[in-house]
């Protein structure tokens, strides 16, 4: 009989202090004013900052990642990533570091934003979280003003993920 061993999931990229103050700045800054104008800012701009959500399916818990939304406020389009996603537990620990990352895409309009994520994630590990996943998340939110109009992104994030392992994704948010 022959045996195989099972590989360790990949060690998580952050600690359970990093996912606190995550979910910490997130809500300052979903409490911040909308930007009321045309258009927020001259231009395009890039907003640097995290995307999580609750997941249940194959893992329950959470995942949050690292973000980067350009929005080019001129041609009304979003395009970025969101990678480094971490799988974290009910207690907020960090479990496993997900491989891949999601390639955004959307429309700006007057400031309220409209988009996608989609990719394939990957994990290895015993557990039931093992293999590919491929997420479609539903992103939309609006340009807010923190020091100045326009200078924030933020929104809600809900979604799927479907292949080796099975998620539900939802009460999510973002933020840059």
């Known amino acids: 009989m022959a045996m195989t061993a099972c590989s360790s999931p990949t060690p998580p990229s952050i600690s359970a202090q990093d996912a606190a103050d995550i979910d910490a700045e997130y809500d300052v800054i979903i409490a911040l004013p909308n930007t009321a104008l045309a258009d927020p800012q ?25 973000m980067v939304m350009n929005v080019n406020f001129a ?55 093992r293999g590919t996943s491929y997420v479609t998340l539903n992103m939309v939110g609006d340009v807010r003003i923190d020091t100045s109009n326009g200078d924030t992104v933020v929104g809600t994030v809900s979604g799927s993920g479907n292949g080796d392992f099975d998620l539900t994704i939802y009460d999510g948010g973002f933020f840059g």
């Open 42 to 66: 001259p231009g395009s701009a890039s907003f640097v900052g995290h995307a999580g959500a609750e997941i249940s399916g194959d893992a329950d818990g959470s995942v949050v990642g690292d």
């Open 75 to 129: 041609g009304n389009t979003i395009d970025g990533t969101i990678d480094n996603l971490n799988v974290v537990d009910f207690d907020g620990i960090p479990e496993q570091l997900l491989g891949g990352s999601l390639t955004i895409s959307g429309a700006e309009t007057d400031g309220a934003l409209t988009a996608t994520a989609s990719g394939n994630l990957t994990a290895v590990g015993e557990e039931s979280v």
